[in-house]
């Protein structure tokens, strides 16, 4: 390996060690390898502006925009509110509309990193209120976060298919499955638990009351349906499904909810404006690093390797979740696709894994890394909610640890988990 690489590599490891945000730290590694190659600086704002110049990638401040909407709007409290009247009786109940509750917002607002801090801030206090433990809360909290971005709409989805060249709509449909797969898995821990612990249960709702707040609801859900059947239904593109949604939930949290006005929809913009902005950014970077390392054929060096080790497929991929879970632990999940998703996606490819089961696969593993110790990053943000330490947290979130894990392992096993809905339309 030639010097610049390594010194490519080592820039940018040591960058992530003195917590550089991940896009600075890809570009400074950038930067050293060009200058140290003695390659024109021009090619950084080319290979930038090529990264960031994708249609399918306008539609990212689009659902950003609309997910802040949404919390501002009021669509978040009903959805919580509706989840809370169906299935607040059951012991634990709060446990259960956390999880259903991220499972409608399915991500809309960007990432799970995003997810956990908006449901949190109003999931954590009310689940601390009604005498379940901090650190319960918190794990449960940064666990269901990971199940909006496999669940469409999704934002890692989307990434994956700038990346991979596949159909959005029928990546959306990959994912369902599994995702809901996950959200069951985490609601039957969560029943366990709290059996154990008898956490508290409210009363039973009358059809009446659940009638009134799915009526209450119903726009918020919408929202969601109108998306991914408009997509998947080829009635309008990934990116005029994000204006459509930001157009929708203006409206509904202007005139239905009345709860935007002037005053919080300029917060919204100038919110949703820096959060685009950070991640085009990360996303021009990636796509400088990525250039390099198509450049130095590290993608076909690492693809030999693998497969130097092993040819059989279940064993490769074993290998590319451990690898990727260990990423997610301290790489944010687009961070971490942009980098690695090229890379193994052509060694999947190369053991006859179809690309868009391995894609299902690469976004469960980042997003379940997100919740791994001791590194995980939804777990240090639901801890800074709950004001709890990590350690506690990391431990109460174990049993949901182990259920992401088994799903993983049932969606890596059997593909048609991913594939069955995406086969049923025909091109």
């Not at 408009?230 to 593109?237: A, K, S, Y």
Request: with cysteine.
């Amino acid at each position: 390996m030639e010097i610049v690489i390594v010194l490519l590599i080592v820039v940018f490891v040591v960058c992530l060690c003195f917590r550089f945000p991940i896009a600075f730290s890809l570009g400074l590694s950038c930067l050293v390898y060009f200058i140290f190659k003695g390659t024109p600086l021009v090619v950084v704002p080319l290979k930038m502006y090529a990264g960031i110049d994708v249609f399918v990638l306008l539609s990212i401040p689009g659902f950003i925009i609309a997910g802040n909407l949404m919390n501002q709007g009021g669509l978040t409290d009903k959805i919580i509110k509706f989840c809370n009247h169906l299935l607040g009786h059951i012991r634990g109940g709060l446990s259960y509309v956390n999880i259903s509750a991220s499972m409608l917002f399915a991500g809309i607002s960007g990432t799970a990193i995003s997810d956990t801090a908006s449901l949190g801030a109003v999931m954590i206090p009310a689940m601390k209120k009604e005498g379940y433990d901090t650190d319960f809360s918190c794990a449960i909290t940064a666990a269901s976060s990971t199940v909006g971005p496999i669940i469409p709409p999704s934002l890692p989805m989307i990434i994956a298919a700038t990346l991979s060249g596949l159909s959005v709509g029928k990546l959306f449909l990959a994912g369902a499955i599994p995702g809901l797969l996950l959200g069951l898995g985490l609601m039957l821990v969560a029943y366990f638990v709290a059996k154990k612990k008898n956490y508290p249960k409210h009363q039973k709702s009358s059809i009446l009351q659940i009638l009134k707040s799915f009526i209450n609801t119903f726009w918020a859900l919408l929202m969601t349906l109108i998306i991914l059947f408009g997509i998947v239904g080829g009635v309008f593109t990934p990116t005029e499904a994000s204006v459509i949604a930001v157009l929708y939930a203006l409206f509904i949290g202007t005139f239905v909810y009345k709860k935007l006005n002037l005053k919080n929809i300029s917060v919204v913009i100038l919110d949703s404006m820096k959060t685009t902005a950070s991640l085009m950014i990360l996303v021009g970077f990636a796509n400088l690093f990525g250039f390099i390392l198509i450049t130095e054929q590290i993608p076909q060096r690492i693809s030999e390797q693998i497969l130097l080790l092993t040819t059989n497929k279940y064993a490769v991929l074993l290998l590319i979740n451990l690898l990727l879970i260990l990423v997610g632990t301290f790489m944010e999940t687009i961070a971490a696709l942009l980098i690695l998703f090229p890379i193994l996606l052509k060694v999947a490819i190369e053991v006859d894994v179809d690309p868009m089961h391995f894609t299902v696969i690469a976004v469960l593993n980042l997003i379940i890394g997100l919740t791994t110790p001791p590194v995980g990053v939804c777990l240090f943000v639901a801890s800074s909610i709950g004001k709890t330490s990590i350690g506690k947290v990391s431990r109460a979130g174990f049993p949901f640890l182990m259920v992401s894990l088994f799903v993983l392992v049932l969606v890596s096993l059997f593909p048609e988990l991913s594939l069955f809905l995406p086969n049923l339309i025909i091109d």
